[in-house]
C-alpha cells in the first residue's frame, strides 16, 4: 500500500508553528511596506504591486489574534497562487518545506473561538516538531475574507 505524502511549508506565528500546502505558494519575500486601503479589516494590512498585480496582504498574526505584530528582518510575506487569485499573507518567519505522509497528519481538536477547525487540516507530527496544517483554501475564500474580491477588483 502506497502512503501519500505532501509537501507543506512551515512558517511560524508567535511560538506555533503552521504549514500550507507547498502547492499554494508562489513565492515568499521580505515584508515591505503596504499602501494601506480604506475600511479593510484589521486584518488586511493592504496591497503591494507585486510586478503589476495588485496583491492584497493579510497579517496572519492579526486574523488569528495572536496579538499585536512586529516587523522584523525575519517577517516574511508568502505570496500564494489560490484558484489563480494572487494574495500574501505576512508571518513571523519561514522555517522549511516538510513532507508529510497521511500517517502523520493527525487530526485537529476543536481549538474553541481562537482559530476554527474549519481551516485546519488537521496537525502533522514529526519527530519533536507539530506543524498546524492549515486549508489555505478554505481560509481565503471564507466569507470573513471575502472582501479581498471587493479589494482586489476596487484597486
Do not use: C, W
Request: hydrophobic content about 45%; proline content about 3%; aromatic content about 6%.
Amino acid at each position: 500500500m502506497e502512503v501519500e505524502s505532501k509537501e507543506f511549508l512551515a512558517f511560524t506565528l508567535g511560538s506555533e508553528e503552521y504549514g500550507i500546502d507547498i502547492l499554494k505558494v508562489q513565492e515568499i519575500r521580505g515584508y515591505e511596506s503596504v499602501t494601506r486601503i480604506v475600511n479593510a479589516p484589521d486584518f488586511i494590512k493592504g496591497v503591494i504591486n507585486l510586478r503589476g498585480i495588485i496583491v492584497p496582504i493579510v497579517d496572519m498574526r492579526i486574523r488569528f489574534n495572536l496579538g499585536t505584530p512586529t516587523y522584523d528582518q525575519f517577517t516574511v510575506v508568502i505570496i500564494l497562487n489560490i484558484n489563480s487569485r494572487i494574495t500574501g499573507i505576512v508571518v513571523d518567519s519561514v522555517s522549511d518545506v516538510t513532507t508529510l505522509n497521511s500517517q502523520q497528519i493527525k487530526s485537529a481538536p476543536e481549538m474553541g473561538s481562537i482559530l476554527s477547525t474549519d481551516y485546519l487540516i488537521g496537525l502533522g507530527t514529526l519527530d519533536d516538531r507539530m506543524l498546524i496544517l492549515v486549508d489555505i483554501d478554505k481560509l481565503m475564500t471564507s466569507s470573513e475574507m471575502g472582501l479581498i474580491d471587493h479589494i482586489t477588483v476596487a484597486s
